[in-house]
Every structure is written in structure tokens, then in C-alpha cells.
């Protein structure tokens, strides 16, 4: 008696690869979605955190020195903050790129959900306190487990997982800076170390897509905007 094996998943993509690029393609678009929507609202809250913290220095210099001791005392209460929610979730540590490039290389494990619950309450403390840190790490972070939490919720394998994780990291750093190429190029580039048409369709379609939606909520107003610059002479 002959046992009929019943295909795998893998099998299945490679029996159907024309529908298999259509469905990255469509995993792109919500995966832009999902990561636009999330980095619209991380950005938000720090640049809410920022002007509250630029308000607190500006009543700190006018008055009285127990309100500065007072300042220091939520500082320190926001280190520990942040070291707890270290403890709790090491893998939210830090810029959070060398995570993902573990994570897509198989090397590591994300828990998606509770990373981008803690980075991003993370990001917003440490930042908004104004600590010397930067958005893009945690928005290529946010951006890729938020890849792999769709992978994890409909059920992809492990080769489609890690073509959805380095989208949602291309995804993140477009809607961090309003950068599509540059999110491609890096996801690309310095994640998956490949540039197959593959991982190319599901990257660009999820940062072109972030990338709209953060245009659409924040304007088309440049990040670092450079005006008034001085021309120098040929002679120098």
C-alpha cells in the first residue's frame, strides 16, 4: 500500500511561484500599512516627548533649584524603566538591527509582540528624556517584527518569514525618515544580503507604501532641512 504524502508548504510556493510573488506583493502593501501606522505614531509621541521635556528645561531655568532635584528624580525613574523593560525582554536591547539580522540569518528569536511593545515605549522614554539616541534603530526593529508577527499570525514559512521580516525593516526606516530608497537599500543590503526580485517586490512595496502614509500625516516637509548654505569660492 502505497502512503500519499501530502505536500508541504515549501512545495506548494514552488509549484506556484507566479502567485507566490502576487501574495508578496500584497503582504508588502499591509506590512507598509501596519509599520507606516506604528512609526506615524512613534514618531508623534517623541516629538510630543521632546516638546514636553523642552518645556520642563525652560521651567527648570526659571525656577527654583528643587524643581531641577525633582527632574533628576524622574530621570532616574526612567532609568529604571528602561533597564526593567531590558531585563523582561533582552532582544529589545540597544539599536535593535543586529536582532533583526540575527533573527533573518535564523541565528536568533524575536518574540514580535513583546518587542514591539517594549521598544517602542522604550524608544519613546529614552529619547523623549534626551538621551543621545536616535529613531532609526527602533524603527527598523519595529518595522521587521512587525514582518514577522504577519508571518507568525497567517501562518508562512520560514523562507517567506524572512522575506516579510527584511520588508518590514525596509518599511520602518522609510516611514523613520521618509526614505523609501534608502530603506530598500539598507534592508537589502545590510539584513538580507541578497537582491533577488523575490525580497525586492515585497521591500519596495511595503516602503513605498510606509512612506506615503507618513507623507500623508506628517507633510512633505524634509527631516533634515539644509537651507541658507554657504557657497565657498573655487579657489578653496
Same mark, same amino acid.
Given at each position: 500500500?502505497?502512503?500519499?504524502?501530502?505536500?508541504?508548504?515549501?512545495?506548494?510556493?514552488?509549484? %506556484?511561484?507566479?502567485?507566490?510573488?502576487?501574495?508578496?506583493?500584497?503582504?508588502?502593501?499591509?506590512?507598509?500599512?501596519?509599520?507606516?501606522?506604528?512609526? #506615524?505614531?512613534?514618531?508623534?509621541?517623541?516629538?510630543?516627548?521632546?516638546? /514636553?521635556?523642552?518645556?520642563?528645561?525652560? %521651567?527648570? %531655568?526659571?525656577?527654583?533649584?528643587?524643581?531641577?532635584?525633582?527632574? *533628576?528624580?524622574?530621570?532616574?525613574? #526612567?532609568?529604571?524603566?528602561?533597564?526593567?523593560?531590558?531585563?523582561?525582554?533582552?532582544?529589545?536591547?540597544?539599536?535593535?538591527?543586529?536582532?533583526?539580522?540575527?533573527?533573518?540569518?535564523?541565528?536568533?528569536?524575536?518574540?514580535?509582540? +513583546?518587542?514591539?511593545?517594549? =521598544? *517602542?515605549?522604550?524608544?519613546? /522614554?529614552?529619547?523623549?528624556?534626551?538621551?543621545?539616541?536616535?529613531?532609526?534603530?527602533?524603527?527598523?526593529?519595529?518595522?521587521?517584527?512587525?514582518?514577522?508577527?504577519?508571518?507568525?499570525?497567517?501562518? +508562512?514559512?520560514?523562507?517567506?518569514?524572512?522575506?516579510?521580516?527584511?520588508?518590514?525593516?525596509?518599511?520602518?526606516?522609510?516611514?523613520?525618515?521618509?526614505?523609501?530608497?534608502?530603506?530598500?537599500?539598507?534592508?537589502?543590503?545590510?539584513?538580507? =544580503?541578497?537582491?533577488?526580485?523575490?525580497?525586492?517586490?515585497?521591500?519596495?512595496?511595503?516602503?513605498?507604501?510606509?512612506?506615503?502614509?507618513?507623507?500623508?500625516?506628517?507633510? %512633505?516637509?524634509?527631516?533634515?532641512?539644509?537651507?541658507?548654505?554657504?557657497?565657498?569660492?573655487?579657489?578653496?
Amino acid at each position: 500500500m502505497q502512503l500519499q504524502k501530502r505536500p508541504t508548504k515549501i512545495y506548494h510556493v514552488l509549484t %506556484h511561484w507566479q502567485n507566490f510573488r502576487l501574495r508578496l506583493f500584497g503582504e508588502g502593501i499591509v506590512i507598509g500599512v501596519v509599520a507606516g501606522l506604528t512609526i #506615524i505614531l512613534f514618531r508623534y509621541s517623541i516629538e510630543q516627548a521632546e516638546l /514636553l521635556r523642552t518645556a520642563i528645561f525652560i %521651567h527648570l %531655568h526659571a525656577e527654583a533649584w528643587p524643581f531641577t532635584v525633582l527632574w *533628576f528624580l524622574c530621570l532616574l525613574g #526612567i532609568s529604571y524603566i528602561l533597564g526593567l523593560i531590558v531585563r523582561i525582554e533582552p532582544m529589545s536591547a540597544g539599536s535593535g538591527i543586529p536582532q533583526v539580522r540575527g533573527t533573518i540569518l535564523g541565528l536568533m528569536k524575536m518574540n514580535w509582540l +513583546r518587542i514591539v511593545l517594549s =521598544k *517602542f515605549l522604550g524608544g519613546v /522614554l529614552a529619547i523623549g528624556a534626551g538621551l543621545s539616541l536616535g529613531r532609526e534603530g527602533p524603527s527598523i526593529q519595529l518595522g521587521a517584527t512587525l514582518g514577522q508577527g504577519l508571518s507568525r499570525l497567517a501562518g +508562512r514559512t520560514r523562507m517567506e518569514e524572512r522575506y516579510l521580516l527584511t520588508s518590514g525593516a525596509s518599511a520602518g526606516l522609510a516611514a523613520a525618515f521618509n526614505a523609501p530608497l534608502a530603506g530598500v537599500i539598507f534592508s537589502l543590503e545590510e539584513l538580507h =544580503k541578497n537582491f533577488s526580485p523575490v525580497v525586492l517586490i515585497p521591500a519596495v512595496t511595503a516602503a513605498l507604501t510606509a512612506d506615503a502614509m507618513t507623507q500623508y500625516f506628517f507633510g %512633505h516637509i524634509p527631516i533634515f532641512n539644509f537651507t541658507g548654505l554657504p557657497v565657498f569660492p573655487l579657489r578653496y
